[in-house]
Nanobody, 125 residues
Framework: QVQLVESGGGLVQAGGSLRLSCAAS????????MGWFRQAPGKEREFVAY????????YYLESVKGRFTISRDNAQSTVDLRMNSLKPEDTAVYYC??????????????????WGQGTQVTVSS
């Protein structure tokens, strides 16, 4: 098992930046590919970014490409999401998750068994 704790959320103006961090404990996080998801009020949780166990491959939601960067430090058991040029539509609770299944796509929530508690990101216009 692995426990995930997100941090770094907050209130920022449009065009600003935030860096979210996900700290893992328990079974080493390097055993898992990791994803970031977000959930806005009244909407379903959606995929944002993904990074493989080695960190060599990443994927992004189309609307965040070029603005968000996912990275990981396996020695520190952390996964970060650097968010630049933030927009009001990026407002959501952001969750990190550890992928435990490989039966579908990396953007499917069903592939991830371990989730953090979430951190709120609010972007004001």
């Amino acid at each position: 098992q692995v426990q995930l704790v997100e941090s770094g959320g907050g209130l920022v103006q449009a065009g600003g930046s935030l860096r979210l961090s996900c700290a893992a404990s328990g079974r080493t996080s390097s055993s898992y590919a990791m994803g970031w998801f977000r959930q806005a009020p009244g909407k379903e949780r959606e995929f944002v970014a993904y990074i493989t166990r080695s960190g060599g491959t990443t994927y992004y939601l189309e609307s965040v490409k070029g603005r968000f960067t996912i990275s990981r430090d396996n020695a520190q058991s952390t996964v970060d999401l650097r968010m630049n040029s933030l927009k009001p539509e990026d407002t959501a609770v952001y969750y990190c998750a550890a992928r435990t299944l490989y039966s579908g796509s990396h953007y499917s929530r069903n592939e991830y068994a371990y989730w953090g508690q979430g951190t709120q990101v609010t972007v004001s216009s």
